[in-house]
Each structure stands twice: as C-alpha cells, then as structure tokens.
C-alpha cells in the first residue's frame, strides 16, 4: 500500500476553475481506477491559494497507472494555467 499527498499552489484569480477541474478529476479517478483507493482533493482552512491531494493507493504499478491515464494527461492540461508553480508531492509507504 502506497499514498501520495500532492500540493497543487494555485495562481490568484484561479481558484474557481482549479477547484472545478480538481473536482472533475476526482470523479474520474473514482469511475475508472479501481485499484486508486483515496483520491480526495482538499482546500486548507487557512485560506491559502492551494490544493492538496490525499491519495492511496493498492501498489506502485496502480501510481505509475493512473499517471498515464488519459483522464490524469487531460487534467494536467486543464489546470495547467492555473498553476503558480510545479506541484509537490510526498509519496508515502505504509508501515508493517
């Protein structure tokens, strides 16, 4: 079991369409990865312009799957300009 916390830093004026691109996404990724457990995209409470992903997955294959899914290729393109910067992310192992 894997997890990956991705940060998205958005550029002022964006919010709007990121949050709906990122909502879109989420979707996808519910209907089409069967092997994605968590994918859930989360505003911070304290206001700040960004997107932080919380993602889970079954094994490393189902990550490198979604990568290069045509709905992840798709989302990359959309939110592109709304970007202020490239994301970050952490990916995490499970313990035991």
């Known amino acids: 079991m894997i997890a990956l916390v991705a940060v998205l830093k958005i ?9 709906e691109a990122c ?4 979707a ?3 209907e089409n990865e069967k092997d994605c ?6 505003l911070p409470a304290d206001g700040s312009s960004k ?3 919380l993602e889970k997955y079954t094994t490393h ?12 290729l798709a ?14 992310s952490v990916l995490l192992e499970a313990m035991g």
């Open 61 to 72: 294959e189902a990550l490198e799957l979604h990568r290069k899914s045509d709905h992840y």
């Open 51 to 53: 997107v932080y992903f």
């Open 37 to 42: 457990l968590l994918y859930e995209p989360y």
């Open 23 to 26: 909502l879109e996404m989420a």
């Open 28 to 30: 996808a990724v519910r």
């Open 75 to 88: 989302f990359r393109q959309k939110i592109g300009p709304a970007l202020d910067g490239p994301p970050e």
């Open 11 to 19: 550029k002022p004026g964006m919010e709007e369409m990121a949050e």
